[in-house]
């Protein structure tokens, strides 16, 4: 096992290396840099975009751009082009703004999900099953930022009550116990409007896999025994139905970023994903850069992480 673990690690790194000198490279070779943000601003003079081109090494060839940026992200000496903040701090802030919503929003998703799907593929035809089916497509169909606006207009517009940001206006003077409320309160539609489109996609899955398990010769066999039904399902059937699902659980902590950036931006919610979006709009490089291999990390992370879970409950996976 731990050979195994030290392998993956070490392929990893070198995958990180590569991947991350790439996406520096594709940025860079993008259209429009800091120095072309306002070009149209009447104070911005040539020797002025000079200046930023040399301050923020951009006249270098990518392969020495690459190896300032990995300089100052390791000594923690990087900082915004746009406001000339330091990069980490900044990111570390979005990031615990945004992990409340990403671990509410994967609740919601994994306790719906799973029985949703198996008590439909049990009760396949059913009532019950011909209406998620129904609803899971239609939700799936439906653009998750239309719903969210629809979400928006309902509760601010009808029942009046503030969802917009990460908190009301002037609760900050509020007693504790009403900030903590008010938090909670606008950390809930964010999360569930973040949670719909995950869970009509995984119920699918589960149902699939879980009428695919129930077909097997193994399943028959233990129902011709003379085994309940509840045997049969949860202590044959659901096991081997869920393994595939194992590995999803590493999987999900690229969403910290890549998940949350049209919800982030609808809410006003200040967390990673509306960085990262307004770091593209100004260009700011060392921002995109290393969101961008933080988003790395948690995937490659994410599948080291998938495989070790697979090696558990697969132990013939520990000899490839």
């Keep these: 096992m731990w050979n195994f673990i030290i392998r993956n690690i070490a392929q990893r790194l070198v995958l990180l290396i590569i991947v991350s000198f790439l996406a520096h490279s594709v940025i ?18 040539p020797e002025d975009i000079a200046k930023i ?40 802030n979005r990031f615990l703004n945004s992990l409340p919503l990403f671990i509410l929003a994967t609740i919601l998703v994994w306790t719906w999900a799973f029985p949703t799907g198996i008590y439909g593929a049990v009760h ?36 009046g009550v503030p969802v917009i940001s990460i908190k009301t206006f002037g609760m900050e003077h509020a007693q504790p116990a009403y900030q903590w409320m008010d938090r909670v309160w606008h950390l809930v539609i964010p999360s569930i409007m973040t949670a719909i489109g995950g869970i009509a996609i995984l119920s699918r899955y589960v149902r699939s896999q879980m009428l695919e398990v129930l077909g097997q010769d193994y399943v028959r066999t233990a129902r011709a025994k003379g085994l309940q039904e509840d045997t049969v399902i949860y202590g044959h059937a659901l096991g081997n139905a869920l393994l595939p699902f194992v590995t999803m659980f590493g999987l999900l902590l690229p969403g910290l970023i890549g998940g949350s950036v049209i919800f982030e931006q609808i809410f006003a919610w200040p ?39 697979y090696a558990v409950v697969d132990p013939r996976i520990r000899l490839h």
Excluded at 28 to 45: C, F, I, Q, T, Y
Aim: charged share 15%; aromatic share 14%.
């Design 271 to 309: 967390g990673l994903g509306r960085l990262a979006y307004e770091a593209i709009l100004s260009r700011d490089f060392p921002i995109i850069m290393t969101l961008n291999f933080i988003a790395a990390v948690l995937t490659l992370l994410g599948t080291l992480i998938s495989d070790i879970l």
């Design 53 to 92: 081109r040399a301050a923020f090494h951009l006249d270098d060839p990518l392969y020495v751009q690459y190896v300032y940026w990995i300089r100052d992200l390791a000594t923690g000496e990087l900082k915004s082009f746009k406001d000339s903040q330091p990069v980490l701090p900044k990111i570390w």
């Design 28 to 45: 860079h070779l993008a259209p429009g840099e800091p120095s072309e943000v306002d070009p149209m601003n009447p104070r911005m003079k």
């Design 124 to 159: 396949r035809g059913g009532i019950y099953d011909r209406s998620t089916v129904f609803l899971s497509y239609a939700l799936i169909s439906v653009p998750g930022f239309f719903l969210s606006f629809i979400a928006i207009m309902w509760v601010v517009g009808w029942l």
